[in-house]
């Protein structure tokens, strides 16, 4: 149980393109999802929290307007990526929780590379 | 502020036992994980504990003071597929989000 999956698993875009990651949470509903980026040998860092059906929750130096968060449902969200450059090329992870239980689970996280 | 360090790299040995240290500073706490990620792939629960004391699970144990703002993962009979970042994350309460450390990058030689 506790499966999240991410699509897709790799992207390639050109620079002032715009990229949308999906995560789904597949056997249990979250009714909360994180989004992490992770730049090579650093730490995961927090980007925004989502709760369905509100506005997200960026954390402090990240653009809310570059990074379009929508959590539509309770076993989906999804990270837009706008304007796309090369130092937006990371790797994205989002994580989701079923609510009250601290436990979040992550995806398998999506490589997104901007040309 | 929220700090949480770990060391940034370790080597150890096959069959040998590795110890990971964690200190944390964080305005709240509701818990500390620890998870491995393998490179270019998400992270995996390894363990949790919110009360002071050790908490074994198999090869992997976790220990939490919270008094001191401290805790680590002991690795036992190390396997070369443990060769791993491990991440120490404090959830930090109200804010109901993880906070994670650097990571600590450990590579098992045979």
């Known amino acids: 149980g506790a499966v999240v999956s991410q699509h897709p698993s790799w992207v390639i875009c050109k620079s002032g393109t715009s990229v949308k990651i999906e995560c789904r949470s597949l056997d249990f509903q979250a009714t909360t999802m994180f989004w992490y980026r992770q730049f090579p040998k650093q730490s995961l860092m927090l980007m925004a929290t989502s709760n369905e059906g509100s506005k997200a929750t960026y954390e402090q130096g990240v653009e809310k307007d570059k990074f379009l968060i929508n959590h539509a449902s309770l076993t989906l969200s999804t990270l837009t990526v706008t304007s796309a450059h090369p130092e937006d090329s990371s790797f994205y992870i989002c994580?989701?929780?079923?609510?009250?239980?601290?436990?979040?689970?992550f995806g398998p996280g999506t490589r997104l590379t901007v040309t | 502020g929220q700090n949480i360090d770990q060391p940034t790299e370790m080597t150890a040995t096959e069959g040998a036992i590795v110890q990971i240290n964690c200190t944390y500073q964080t305005s709240g706490f509701n818990g500390l994980f620890w998870y491995q990620q393998h490179a270019g792939e998400a992270p995996t629960f390894l363990s949790y504990?919110?009360?002071?004391g050790l908490e074994e699970k198999g090869r992997f144990s976790s220990f939490l003071s919270r008094s001191k703002g401290y805790s680590y993962l002991l690795l036992k009979e190390l396997q070369m597929k443990d060769s791993a970042s491990y991440l120490c994350a404090v959830h930090g309460g109200a804010t109901n989000k993880l906070i994670f450390g650097t990571g600590t990058l450990l590579a098992v030689q045979p």
């Open positions: 504990n919110v009360l002071d």
């Open positions: 994580s989701a929780s079923p609510g009250s239980f601290l436990q979040q689970y």
